[in-house]
């Protein structure tokens, strides 16, 4: 069964924990690989969680000061206006 079919054919509600809106995927070994989360009822926690995770993957990025980031923009023509 090609991974696809795996993830479709073992989607479950979790019965760790009893959250309504939260259901785990599962593959054929019937091991949790993914999450789905109901964003009308948990939409606002969903994008902290997102934002922790953005911060985390660069978290290791080359970092450069703000001025050097706004005077990068006006060079651009990306930022014409005062900040």
């Known amino acids: 069964m090609n991974r696809l079919g795996g993830i479709f054919r073992y989607f479950v509600k979790s019965k760790e924990v009893s959250m309504e809106g939260i259901n785990y995927v599962l593959d054929d070994k019937n091991e949790k690989i993914a999450v789905q989360i109901d964003l009308t009822r948990y939409g606002d926690i969903w994008e902290d969680?997102?934002?922790?995770?953005?911060?985390?993957?660069r978290k290791g990025e080359e970092k450069i000061e703000l001025e050097e980031l706004i005077g990068n923009l006006r060079r651009e023509g990306k930022l014409t206006k005062d900040v």
């Open 49 to 57: 969680f997102y934002d922790s995770l953005i911060a985390e993957l």
